[in-house]
């Protein structure tokens, strides 16, 4: 990547069960000249996540600290109810080293980033099928069935936000879905 498109925030968002951690997970470990931006979050960690790794858990006090402090570059309640934010000061020093710099955000978060920094490049992941979608969250079984619903009702709504982004990937393939993903961050065109 040239030093001026890796200076340039690109921002993945879409909707729920989509893959968007999924593609950030290959992008990191195939891609490590990559910046990948860790997010906080009031929940709790699912099986298997590692706090500093996967994102920030922090307390519902910590999370209002920052917030009012400012460190936060986007933030929002996810799902009617927990919060997701993004700190601000990991972004801002990966974009000054020159490396490229991706969120994997919701989009109530990417709509933020929007308005923040609009020179950001905001891509939107979806999935090659509403079937596809649902099979998606209901198989990887983190969430009753209570959250499954909020989830979908959120999903359909998120999904129409598809043209507010700059591009569009169609996550058929999670290799195929980081590579293209990897490849409008380098690509002179789209950066410009």
């Known amino acids: 990547m040239t030093e001026a498109t890796a200076r340039r925030l690109v921002v ?12 950030a997970a290959y992008i990191r470990e195939h891609h490590p000249d990559v910046w990948l931006s860790i997010s906080a ?3 709790a960690p699912r099986e298997g996540e590692l706090d500093g790794v996967h994102y920030f858990f922090v307390s519902e006090a910590e999370f209002d600290r920052m917030v009012a402090e400012g460190e936060m570059l986007e933030w929002a309640v996810v799902h009617g109810r927990h919060r997701y934010g993004t700190p601000r000061g990991p972004v801002e020093a990966a974009l000054a ?3 490229p710099a991706l969120l994997e955000i919701d989009l109530q978060g990417a709509r933020q980033v929007r308005e923040s920094m609009p020179e950001a490049l905001m891509v939107f992941l979806k999935p090659p099928s509403w079937e596809e979608l649902v099979r998606r969250l209901v198989g990887r079984g983190t969430e009753g069935e209570e959250e499954r619903e909020r989830r979908l009702a959120t999903a359909r709504v998120e999904l129409a936000a598809e043209a507010e982004f700059d591009a569009t990937i169609v996550n058929s393939e999670v290799r195929e879905a980081a590579e293209q993903l990897v490849e409008l961050m380098s690509s002179p065109t789209i950066n410009q």
């Open 41 to 43: 979050t009031t929940r």
């Open 12 to 23: 993945l968002a879409g909707p729920t069960a989509v893959g968007k951690g999924t593609v």
């Open 97 to 99: 080293t020159g490396r």
